[in-house]
């Protein structure tokens, strides 16, 4: 089989990290596309691709465009190399609204395309355990889930899109929606969301911290917390999952054979990643699974429209910090 050509939109810190992901699960890449004056040049001689900053030349050469851009130009930009024919990966979120990303979701679907979305916390050891524990039924049907995400605020220059709401999300759709998703996973669509949030109560707050309440639609809770006000490199994650015949935790803190393991960031990262202990990168188990899918050996792991109900609960969720009252979410056809 000719092996797929892989080409990177965007070179900063996601794209490396993306780029490093592909080598390792046996497909590097080909491309690099970036911005004049932009860091595509260190990446693309690091992996050996080519580097370009013409779209049309970049789509040319491709068959794969994995988009680890800023979120507010996702869905222009996942159009432009569906339009193309080009197989799209998203970096999640898979884009800025909902509006947006139901526009994408559905433009694929009319063209065949496929769209894969990089949630990679569906292939953390630790949540990809849990999840088969509840689906063989070994605690029951769920009831109640709390899930954590705690770190430091990224250290980013004060005029980068990063720290722009309007243009990231702020912390709910950047941090929170990691547990916004998995919640959906577990525990099935979500049909309320009421938060609050450290910004929504001091808008002049140089960090963000939030927490939401999450009702699902087969009756299960879901409590959530996301933090941006946490010391420099901490990363503290926190799961737990109560059913009607057990329980599920894993903690970040206590539990050594599922710890983070932070890799101390370079004077260029402005994000401690955080990894597991085990043998294989969660970010290489998720390429070497979109590889799968591509090649028609695996059905996503991520549907895209899983991916757009992560983002309408987010999206849910930012309008309950704005407005102090719960949002309803109606159920899509065919959901249980």
Not at 124 to 136: G, I, L, N, S
Not at 252 to 260: E, F, Q
């Amino acid at each position: 089989m000719t092996p797929l050509r892989i080409g990177i939109v965007g070179s900063g810190f996601m794209g490396g990290v993306h780029a490093e992901a592909w080598r390792a699960a046996g497909s590097p890449v080909t491309s690099v596309l970036t911005r004049p004056g932009g860091s595509g040049a260190e990446l693309a001689s690091r992996h050996g691709a080519r580097l370009t900053e013409d779209w049309d030349a970049f789509l040319d050469g491709v068959d794969v465009v994995d988009l680890c851009t800023p979120t507010h130009v996702h869905a222009e930009q996942a159009l432009r190399a569906a339009r193309a024919g080009r197989a799209v990966v998203v970096e999640k979120p898979l884009a800025r609204t909902a509006a947006q990303a139901q526009d994408l979701v559905e433009t694929c679907e009319a063209l065949g395309v496929p769209l894969l979305v990089g949630h990679v916390l569906r292939f953390f050891p630790e949540y990809a355990r849990a999840k088969e524990v509840v689906d063989r039924g070994d605690i029951g049907t769920p009831a109640v889930l709390r899930l954590s995400r705690n770190r430091s605020l990224p250290a980013k220059d004060g005029d980068s899109w990063f720290l722009d709401d309007a243009k990231s999300g702020g912390l709910v759709l950047d941090l929170m929606i990691h547990d916004l998703d998995y919640a959906q996973w577990v525990a099935g669509p979500v049909t309320s969301v009421y938060a609050r949030s450290i910004r929504g109560s001091r808008p002049d707050a140089d960090v963000d911290h939030a927490v939401a309440l999450l009702r699902h639609a087969d009756g299960a809770i879901t409590h959530l917390e996301a933090s941006w006000a946490h010391p420099p490199a901490v990363f503290r994650t926190y799961l737990e999952i109560a059913g009607t015949a057990g329980l599920l935790q894993s903690d970040s803190d206590r539990t050594a054979a599922v710890r983070p393991a932070l890799r101390d960031p370079s004077p260029d990262d402005a994000v401690p990643l955080p990894g597991s202990p085990m043998s294989r990168s969660p970010f290489e188990a998720q390429m070497r699974h979109l590889l799968d899918v591509l090649a028609g050996d695996a059905e996503p792991v991520v549907t895209p429209r899983e991916a757009l109900a992560a983002v309408r609960a987010a999206e849910a969720a930012v309008e309950s910090i704005r407005t102090g009252r719960p949002v309803l979410l109606p159920l899509e056809e065919g959901a249980r």
